[in-house]
């Protein structure tokens, strides 16, 4: 968890102090994080390149592209997968989106969209990264690409979601069974959050 998300965050977090550190702890995250596809390892050090290149590379600002967060919020018994329909791609997918000024790590980042957007509060971060995925978006138009680092989470039993303004719904969903429209980045991400919760995660 992120010093910002635990409650123990520096004298600057809001200015470059905090921007250094997120950089630095993206950095140190995709650094020891062992890929588990070999399209995965392309993808991470594409990501690590694309840091080394871009002092504000976490940042929306960032034309080429940016590093974004997304976590795919488990019920209890990682049964279901909580999902939201985009307003802007019109399909099923895990919560998540940009760095913000004051966050101080890539799991601060996963841990904040996914409770601004589910509503849930106390949710628990699985262990991760858990996956990487690259997609075009139009933050910079004519396109620009999210590079996304993603991550599981497990809400309490009997927690109850409330829709955001961002999201057209909100909804649980069986992980074998999400239907479209979707794609297969948010089916793996939910198989394999489901997977790290079985195994003890």
Known sequence: MSERADGHGGADVTGEGGRVRLHSDARAVLGRWAAPTAEEELLRKEF???????????????????????????????????????????????????????????????????????????????????????????????????????????????????ISEESLDLRWFPVDEIPGPTDEATRRLARRARDVLRSGG
């Open 48 to 162: 690590l390149e694309h840091l080394h290149a871009h002092e504000d590379g976490m940042y929306r600002e960032c034309v080429p592209g940016h590093l974004t967060a997304t976590t795919a919020v488990l019920s209890h018994d990682g049964e279901r997968v909580l999902l939201t329909l985009h307003g802007k791609a019109r399909m099923w997918l895990p919560m998540g989106g940009h760095c913000e000024t004051g966050d101080l790590s890539l799991e601060g980042v996963a841990l904040r969209e996914a409770t601004e957007e589910s509503g849930i509060p106390g949710l628990r971060l699985l262990p991760g990264p858990l996956a990487l995925d690259r997609h075009r978006v139009w933050c910079h138009p004519p396109f620009s690409h999210h590079l996304d680092v993603e991550y599981g989470a497990v809400a309490s039993a009997g927690a109850e979601a409330v």
